[in-house]
């Protein structure tokens, strides 16, 4: 927490505020999208809602494809199946670990030649770096299919000088715990499309008819953020920058210690952005030595320090075994390369020298006993 929360979520209480309604609200979703740059955003009770509702305004349905990156959590496709819609699976490009768009465009020609396209194409930027939008927008306005930018990692980061999540027709946010800021759980839907926000609205608040009486002639959702909650993302977001900085401060202090060690290569910062470093994330390249990222994360256990692999892909989860999937190259899948060697480390922004220097220790540690 910055400190600033109190003040809003006092405020809330205050005036006694304390529900889906409230000024909180309304300010943070216009202090979001003033600082993303969209001309609107509706504060949601998470970033699954938010992809939820952007499908939805999507007309996704019932039979309907949609394409999604493989290399994420698993959020970003289960809105796909609410809406009964049937999600096809693309790679990741070696660079930012994010949507490839060699596969897309093979995907698309698949889909083409079978005489069916998607109603949509999630794309996520993985650990707070965004993914190549200009050449997939490409592709995808080329194919008029609509792009929902999956932002829940990157809020603060920027591809080609502009907030990242501003790319397709739909961006979204999380606030939940473990993202670079929180409300505890929450989400934010952006977009220039200023009708469809309101469409969000009403859907998020169980589609109520303005009628004197509950009047519902449509299915709604209970997908609205509290006015408390949105008094905390409210406080959080006044240090969002000081956040990214020191995310990415984390990243340095390991890119330094670390990187000289054979085998260990860092998750690669692409020319055309700036990452938020969420998680500061590195494989081991099994070609140059033989520690396995299943060694190192087991030598942090035992130090009580939390390691995690990175996103197993999704087109390897059982719940998906029956989806297509389209990897990078013929040589292979790059996502499942990733999953095999990759790691992600403590990166809260709260952390200290001390702490990392116990990580890049124990990390140490075990490349020299290799
Ligand atoms: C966290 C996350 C989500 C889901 O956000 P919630 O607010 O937890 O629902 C979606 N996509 C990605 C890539 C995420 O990391």
């Not at 490009?93 to 194409?121: C, D, M, R």
């Not at 900085?245 to 670390?258: G, H, K, S, T």
């Not at 692999?309 to 292979?332: A, D, T």
């Amino acid at each position: 927490m910055s400190g600033f929360e109190q003040d809003y979520i006092k405020e809330a209480f205050d005036t006694n505020w304390i529900a889906p309604i409230g000024k909180n609200i309304d300010y943070f979703e216009q202090e979001i999208s003033q600082f993303v740059g969209t001309s609107g955003a509706v504060a949601l009770s998470s970033g699954t809602a938010a992809i939820h509702l952007a499908l939805k305004l999507l007309n996704v349905g019932r039979g309907d494809l949609v394409f999604c990156s493989s290399l994420t959590f698993v959020a970003s496709a289960n809105p796909i199946l609410y809406q009964g819609a049937e999600p096809v699976f693309i790679d990741s490009e070696p660079i930012t670990w994010n949507l490839s768009p060699q596969a897309l465009e093979q995907a698309f020609h698949y889909f083409e030649k079978e005489g069916k396209l998607p109603k949509a194409v999630i794309v996520v930027n993985l650990y707070g770096q965004s993914a190549d939008m200009s050449k997939i927008l490409d592709i995808c306005n080329h194919y008029n299919v609509p792009v929902i930018e999956d932002a829940a990692e990157s809020l603060g980061a920027t591809y080609k000088g502009k907030a990242s999540g501003t790319f397709g027709k739909y961006g979204i946010y999380s606030f939940n715990g473990n993202k670079i800021i929180t409300t505890s759980g929450g989400g934010m839907l952006v977009s220039e499309d200023l009708e469809a926000l309101e469409r969000v609205r009403y859907w998020a608040t169980q589609a109520r008819d303005p009628a004197r009486y509950y009047q519902h002639s449509r299915i709604g959702f209970n997908y609205r953020l509290s006015n408390v909650l949105a008094g905390i993302g409210r406080g959080q977001l006044r240090v969002i920058n000081e956040r990214v900085n020191a995310r990415r401060n984390v990243f340095d202090i390991y890119n330094n210690e670390l990187s000289s060690l054979d085998g260990i290569e860092f998750m690669s910062e692409a020319a055309f952005g700036r990452s938020s470093r969420w998680l500061t994330a590195l494989t081991i390249n099994p070609k140059k030595t033989s520690v396995k990222a299943e060694q190192v994360l087991d030598a942090l256990e035992s130090e009580n320090i939390e390691g995690r692999p990175v996103w197993k892909p999704l087109h390897l989860q059982p719940l998906f075994k029956k989806n297509l999937y389209f990897p990078h190259s013929p040589e292979g899948s790059v996502s499942d390369q990733l999953f095999q060697s990759g790691i992600c480390l403590p990166s809260g922004s709260n952390l200290t020298v001390e702490e990392i220097s116990r990580v890049v220790d124990c990390i140490k540690e075990v490349f020299h006993e290799c």
